[in-house]
């Protein structure tokens, strides 16, 4: 088995960080197959894990919030027969709009079906959990009354909803699957929330490019007081203030 990443000029300073990420993955995958005890099962599971990974290029080659998210829905679809459907939405202020939905290069956003999608992915983001009707440990405690609802609407049997983090641990949108028949496989949500982890910071960076020149000067500033009243060379900062203070 062989594994091409295309990694465009702009991003391959991160070529090894790419690879090793990816070699973990691998090796999650390889250690959820272990556990299974039919050796044909496992080698399904493992080879749905691995194809997450085909996601990981066309994300990092994405130069804008809405292109990351067509490719992650058109990806995951693509190389993963246990997801029929696969719809991607943004954070914008208090609300998450759907920003991409797998099978459509466009929707018209104020259709009923659209709202509920919203709802669900909304859903996910609000309580910052990863939800998962056919898996009872994650809904537990949890409302899932818009998952239930677009359930309901699209007549499929499962539907999972993750959320994605930027590097400060904030949500910044999820993404939901669906599954028409049958459960989608609780390794595989497992596997493509630590892929979402390793994509937060390139995530971060296209929503603060899209953020405007404003946006972007308040990051650096931001930044620039961390790392000047910041916890980080302490003894150091302490003795400067000293010496410039007589």
């Not at 954070?91 to 259709?111: A, Q």
């Not at 677009?150 to 049997?157: E, K, N, P, S």
């Amino acid at each position: 088995r062989v594994l091409v990443l295309k990694i465009p000029e702009t991003q391959s300073p991160r070529l090894g960080d790419v690879v090793f990420r990816a070699q973990l993955i691998a090796d999650i995958a390889s250690d959820a197959s272990n556990v299974k005890s039919a050796q044909h099962d496992g080698a399904s599971e493992r080879d749905g894990a691995l194809a997450l990974l085909s996601v990981l290029p066309d994300m990092y080659a994405a130069e804008s919030l809405a292109l990351s998210a067509y490719a992650l829905v058109n990806g995951l679809v693509s190389h993963c027969e246990d997801i029929d459907l696969a719809a991607v939405g943004w954070k914008r202020g208090e609300y998450v709009r759907m920003e991409s939905i797998s099978h459509f290069d466009s929707f018209e956003t104020k259709t009923d079906l659209v709202k509920l999608y919203e709802a669900a992915l909304e859903e996910a983001v609000d309580q910052q959990a990863s939800l998962h009707l056919k898996h009872p440990e994650t809904t537990q405690g949890t409302i899932v009354l818009a998952h239930q609802q677009l359930q309901r609407a699209l007549g499929c049997d499962d539907i999972a909803t993750l959320v994605m983090f930027d590097t400060q641990g904030q949500p910044i949108g999820s993404v939901l699957l669906t599954k028409m028949q049958g459960q989608i496989d609780s390794e595989l949500v497992h596997a493509l929330s630590y892929v979402l982890s390793l994509l937060s910071s390139r995530l971060e960076d296209l929503r603060r490019q899209e953020s405007g020149i404003l946006g972007r000067l308040k990051h650096s500033a931001k930044t620039w007081l961390g790392k000047l009243f910041g916890s980080e060379w302490l003894w150091t900062k302490l003795i400067t203030a000293i010496l410039l203070s007589l």
